[in-house]
């Protein structure tokens, strides 16, 4: 399953690849892909458990980058 979310607050490309990298390693994630210009994330998953591995995508990414948010 694939889903993608707007981002706000995203400051730097350089945090948009530690983002990316830290969704990777995230039990469940096939792919991802954070665009800083774009201020935009794919995120290419399981489906058996979206919720969960959603939330633990955006707990990652707060971690690198805790101004940004997320737009479903």
């Known amino acids: 399953m694939k889903k993608s979310f707007k981002l706000e607050?995203?400051?730097c490309a350089a945090c948009a690849a530690k983002m990316e990298e830290a969704i990777k390693k995230v039990p469940g994630i096939v792919?991802?892909?954070?665009?800083?210009?774009m201020q935009k994330v794919k995120i290419e998953?399981?489906?058996?458990?979206y919720?969960?591995?959603l939330k633990e995508v955006?707990?990652?990414c707060k971690?690198?980058?805790?101004?940004?948010?997320?737009?479903?």
Do not use: R
């Open 51 to 53: 919720d969960t591995i």
């Open 9 to 11: 607050n995203l400051d």
């Open 45 to 49: 998953f399981e489906s058996e458990n």
């Open 63 to 72: 971690k690198v980058e805790p101004g940004c948010t997320w737009l479903d």
């Open 58 to 60: 955006k707990k990652v």
């Open 31 to 37: 792919d991802a892909n954070v665009n800083f210009l």
